[in-house]
């Protein structure tokens, strides 16, 4: 009889403490571009998870896939706005607020994504995550994708001169329109959400990208060849508002950070597996055939890049290009 009451009393008062009656958790959103099943998406996931967890009735995040919410051309915008709290774009799309982070797209810099790993954990990799809170965006960590492959709607992919007057979708990058025309090729600026029917159309001939975004998005469906070129990457950033991050109570900022450490653990371990397993499957799907380039392919396809170093390096900077550099063993 008399239990019953104290120990409702008791606990009513431990809820009281964590969580102020009738508070509703604050809703955070985090919208993405890719499938669930990607590198991004389970990271994004386990994310929710984590800081749900780590921050019970405090905090519900809502994770948005596919562009549902905000696709590439309005995310940055939409972060701002605060009508999204974290985005985690791809290093490509960072060319309207600093020139730096370009340093990931200089094509053939990293041997891989080991490589990649190395640089982003440096002191100077580290700098580049505060590098655009002067334009209101904080970068809260690197996620792992994988290396970008080539692919077009033509048989033969195994030289540079296989691409010369073909059109490629690339993401918002200048040192990408750089690349493809290094090549002789037409590169075409284009929102990820709508590269499938631009290549199922022949609105461009082909694209390139990591195996984990060639399965989900079904671009092995509508392309003939993918050769194996590794020569770029697509990581990301998460990012967030600078401004709605240092407003945050400090409880909740440190539940979130935590869950943020954690899911990138997550994500960047499970990366390399995605990727390895989507190559597979895309490669049994027998739709697109899988051409695997020499040593002596590869170098004629650095070589025909290189000219986009020199025009980028001033940009970029000597110290960040070098620093890179080192982290290939
Ligand atoms: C692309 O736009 O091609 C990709 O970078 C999308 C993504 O976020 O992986």
Redesign the pocket.
Known sequence: MFARPILAAAFAAAFAFTVPAGAQPMVIKFS???AEH?P?GQGALKFKELAEKKLPGKVEVQVFPNSQLFG?AKEMEALLLGDVQFI???L??FDRYTKKIQLFDLPFLFDDIEAVDRFQLSAKGQELLGSIKNRGLLGLAYWH?GMKQLSTNRDKLERPEDVKGLKFRI?ASDVLVAQFRALGANPQKM??SE?YQALQTGVVDG?E??WS?MYSQKFYEVQKTIAETNHGV?D?MVVTNAKWWDGLPPDVRKGLSEAMAEATAYANKLANELNAGDRKRIADAGKARIQKLTKDDIAAWRKAMEPVWKQFEGEIGRDLIDAALKSNK
């Open positions: 993405h571009v890719v990607t991004k590439d985690a774009p791809s490509s799309k994708n993401q929102a990820f590269v694209q990208n990591t975004n697509v990301y």
